[in-house]
């Protein structure tokens, strides 16, 4: 591979890369060894290293970390930036190592507001996750909205209906 990458640079120079990316054909037809099926591969994992190196830096806007971020990009592909801008708290519900916290800032940052559907439905589902994972197989309503009224920072006047909009 070294000698291979040794060839395509002392050809091209620096306009390897995106001959590499965007002309595949000319990279088979310039370099000996290199058919034009594997110049398209090359080309293919090097769009998709790309996509997935801007996906990235995208995450970074809304602090997610870069290993998160990729485990993120090899999940959702490029649905992560619809699923970031309208409802990032899809994420934690299929991410066990993303907490409601972390979602609840990418949303903030995202500009959904803290009375938003999408949140208050989502911090009464992680209310009951934590619940759940404390052993509880049952837990009052009243216990519910005091959790999930902590944990979204609202009234609980706020998430009662949600509450029994989830009920239903």
């Given at each position: 591979?070294?000698?291979?990458?040794?060839?395509?640079?002392?050809?091209?120079?620096?306009?390897?890369?995106?001959?590499?990316?965007?002309?595949?054909e000319?990279?088979?037809?310039?370099?000996?060894?290199?058919?034009?099926?594997?110049a398209?591969?090359?080309?293919?994992?090097?769009?998709?290293n790309?996509?997935?190196?801007?996906?990235?830096?995208?995450?970074?806007?809304?602090?997610?970390?870069?290993?998160?971020?990729?485990?993120?990009?090899?999940?959702?592909?490029?649905k992560?930036?619809?699923?970031?801008?309208?409802?990032?708290?899809?994420?934690?519900?299929?991410?066990?190592?993303?907490s409601?916290?972390?979602?609840?800032?990418?949303?903030?940052?995202?500009?959904?507001s803290?009375?938003?559907?999408?949140?208050?439905?989502?911090?009464?589902?992680?209310?009951?996750?934590?619940?759940?994972?404390?052993?509880?197989?049952?837990?009052?309503t009243?216990?519910?909205?005091n959790?999930?009224?902590?944990?979204?920072?609202?009234?609980v006047?706020?998430?009662e209906?949600?509450?029994?909009?989830?009920?239903?």
């Open positions: 591979k070294t000698a291979l990458a040794t060839k395509i640079i002392a050809e091209f120079g620096e306009k390897s890369l995106e001959i590499m990316q965007e002309s595949p000319i990279l088979s037809e310039k370099i000996k060894g290199i058919t034009l099926k594997r398209q591969e090359i080309s293919v994992v090097l769009q998709q790309k996509k997935r190196t801007e996906a990235v830096i995208f995450m970074q806007e809304y602090d997610i970390s870069s290993f998160l971020a990729v485990k993120l990009y090899e999940k959702y592909s490029d992560i930036y619809e699923i970031i801008k309208t409802n990032p708290y899809e994420i934690a519900y299929e991410q066990s190592s993303v409601f916290k972390i979602s609840d800032q990418i949303a903030l940052k995202a500009g959904i803290k009375d938003s559907e999408f949140r208050i439905y989502a911090g009464i589902i992680f209310a009951l996750k934590a619940a759940l994972n404390e052993g509880h197989s049952y837990l009052p009243e216990r519910l909205k959790d999930a009224s902590k944990l979204l920072e609202l009234n006047d706020d998430i209906h949600y509450i029994k909009e989830l009920i239903f």
